[in-house]
């Protein structure tokens, strides 16, 4: 039976882990009986994962984007020197005992920090591969780090195949990035990466017991980055489309901050018609079931909802990156969402915002819909290797 180890580094929300947990299951589906380790430091979002897929989980970090860039902080009481030496022996000790037919790395060539290095030196001419969600950044910043010259050599030292996972209809990495041309032989484009979700409106507010006639708006907005003062200026807004919702359902997240989530969750208990929420399971069937959802600007987000083809309300919020900002704005000049900017408009704008796109939704029955079964199509590529041709060049 064949084994695929699944790599991803803990990020800032759980965008890696539910693209992962997609992958797995993708995996899982196609090669009935094949053994599909993940293999991590994320601390949320591990019940994402599907059944039959099992993980090692590395001690994590936790990270904060702020404005000199992205900081990070053991969870446990370790100097990051300390931290990162039992990362890199872990990681390498856990591959080589499990020894995987293929080994897939999501996002960073490296790992965090270099902590894959020792685990890729000991697999090279071993099918390994890196899995890029598409938009990464700014053009400066990611030519001078994942497409530099010596970050080439490694790749092409380590990695078999590069699948990224994104339509190049909507973001061509060859176009965006000054890649060098001894990657582009390696590049496979796979579509958008989405956890499926078959039902349709109509079905999942039946399964929902969502009255056919109720106005329900659905924000998932996450924490850190500095999400509290939108959280905020949402609810106000909201409050202020009372007669034209019915119901407001706030789903914050696990990695929102403690004392955010309080003051958040106090506030909404104060009206009767919100509804608050930390995790919420069927998160998916709700955002089908809405009229309208709001939502933060990450891949994993972006992706659901070109999946499912809901009417939503994008607002990125990195602070030091740029590649939410990036991607969402991309997609909204496609008409396939709409793009609000905290720094581009003032809070008492955003009320406006909610109330046209209730009135117009998006994406517009004939606007060119993008791919999204890039789970599948990894997967494919995975477990075929350099065989399959089924892809975009």
Not at 133 to 145: H, I
Not at 235 to 252: H, N, P, Y
Not at 277 to 305: H, I, S
Request: aromatic residues 8%; neutral net charge.
């Amino acid at each position: 039976m064949a084994r695929i180890a699944l790599y991803w580094h803990n990020g800032r929300s759980l965008g890696h882990t539910a693209r992962t947990a997609a992958i797995g299951q993708s995996l899982l589906a196609q090669r009935p009986g094949c053994s599909v380790l993940g293999i991590t430091g994320a601390s949320h979002g591990l019940e994402l994962l599907p059944a039959g897929m099992d993980v090692v989980k590395v001690p994590s970090f936790r990270a904060y984007d702020e404005p000199g860039g992205v900081r990070t902080v053991p969870t446990l009481p370790l100097t990051y020197r300390e931290l990162q030496h039992l990362r890199e022996q872990l990681l390498a000790e856990a591959v080589a005992a499990f020894a995987p037919d293929v080994f897939v790395v999501d996002t960073n060539p490296q790992g965090r920090a270099g902590e894959l290095i020792p685990t890729l030196g000991a697999r090279r001419g071993r099918a390994t591969m890196l899995g890029l969600r598409g938009v990464m950044g700014s053009a400066a910043e990611t030519n001078t780090t994942l497409f530099s010259p010596s970050m080439a050599r490694f790749i092409l030292e380590y990695y078999t195949q590069l699948l990224v996972y994104t339509d190049p209809a909507v973001f061509d990495l060859e176009q965006a990035y000054t890649i060098p041309p001894s990657l582009r032989p390696l590049l496979l484009y796979t579509g958008y990466v989405a956890r499926p979700e078959s039902c349709s409106c109509v079905e999942a507010r039946e399964l929902l017991e969502v009255d056919q006639y109720e106005r329900l708006v659905v924000i998932s907005l996450g924490g850190g980055q500095g999400a509290e003062p939108i959280w905020h200026d949402l609810v106000t807004a909201a409050v202020g489309l009372r007669g034209q919702v019915d119901r407001v359902l706030l789903v914050t997240g696990p990695y929102l901050e403690h004392d955010a989530e309080v003051r958040i969750r106090t506030r909404v208990a104060e009206i009767p018609w919100f509804r608050w929420e930390r995790m919420l399971p069927g998160l998916k069937t709700w955002m089908r079931a809405a009229d309208l959802f709001v939502g933060g600007g990450g891949y994993n987000t972006l992706a659901e909802v070109l999946a499912m083809g809901v009417n939503a309300l994008i607002i990125p919020r990195q602070i030091s990156e740029r590649e939410q900002e990036i991607h969402a704005g991309r997609l909204a000049a496609q008409g396939l969402i709409r793009l609000y900017s905290p720094e581009q408009h003032a809070p008492t704008a955003l009320a406006g915002i909610l109330h046209k796109c209730l009135e117009e939704p998006y994406p517009r029955a004939d606007t060119p819909r993008p791919a999204c079964n890039g789970a599948d199509r990894a997967a494919m590529l995975i477990t075929a290797g350099n065989s399959s041709t089924e892809v975009w060049r």
